[in-house]
Nanobody
């Protein structure tokens, strides 16, 4: 059974940083490309970043390029998203999944950027 457990969100001031984690189980994590997706209140899902199975290639949405860094630790079955220089428009629930995504989605982790 696939499980994806996101954590690390919280309330942060503009310009602050957070590091999100996603612990995966129920599949061979190291065989899959992974993604972060976010959904802001009243908006549809937005792709944020992708990483290939061995971590050698990363991709970012223009809105987060230069501020966010995706990484993974295949030995720990964990995906990360380091978020720096946070802006109010980064406020959203952040989700991880495989690429292409599993039908299952975790509960996500709330990120709120506000002063």
């Amino acid at each position: 059974e696939v499980q994806l457990v996101e954590s690390g969100g919280g309330l942060v001031q503009p310009g602050g940083s957070l590091r999100l984690s996603c612990v995966a189980s129920g599949f061979t994590f190291g065989d899959y490309d992974m993604i972060w997706v976010r959904q802001a209140p009243g908006k549809g899902p937005e792709w944020v970043s992708s990483i290939n199975s061995n971590g050698g290639r990363t991709y970012y949405a223009d809105s987060v390029k230069g501020r966010f860094t995706i990484s993974r630790d295949n030995a720990k079955n964990t995906l990360y998203l380091q978020m720096n220089s946070l802006k109010p428009e980064d406020t959203a629930v952040y989700y991880c999944n495989a690429q292409p995504p599993f039908t299952y989605w975790g509960q996500g982790t709330q990120v709120t950027v506000a002063s």
